[in-house]
């Protein structure tokens, strides 16, 4: 019991000792100059809003390539890149098509 109280103790003097120290009030703190943004912009893009597969849909390699699979219904988000019917997915294999006749993409 004596040496739980002297641990608690002790580590409340550190403590203590380590606030006293680091509260040096001759510092003066640095002035930012905030004419201008810290971050400038030169080119903003925007990610392309997520498609709503509503059925099983089959997913390519390439535009008219070979299948890799099929993937059900789901929330799939495009890269952007829209080829006549064919749009460019992101899947669990990397980057893949699927067929999707009309389809325009939208931004957010």
Known sequence: MKSLAAITASVILTATF????????DVTPIQLNVDEPI?????VSFAPN???LLAKTSFYASPDGTEWGAISPQMVQPTGIV???WVEIYTWLGKAWIYLPDF?????
């Open 18 to 25: 380590a606030t006293v120290a680091s509260a040096n009030e």
């Open 39 to 43: 971050v400038k912009s030169t080119e």
């Open 50 to 52: 997520p498609i709503d």
């Open 83 to 85: 080829m006549n019917d």
């Open 104 to 108: 325009e993409i939208s931004y957010y």
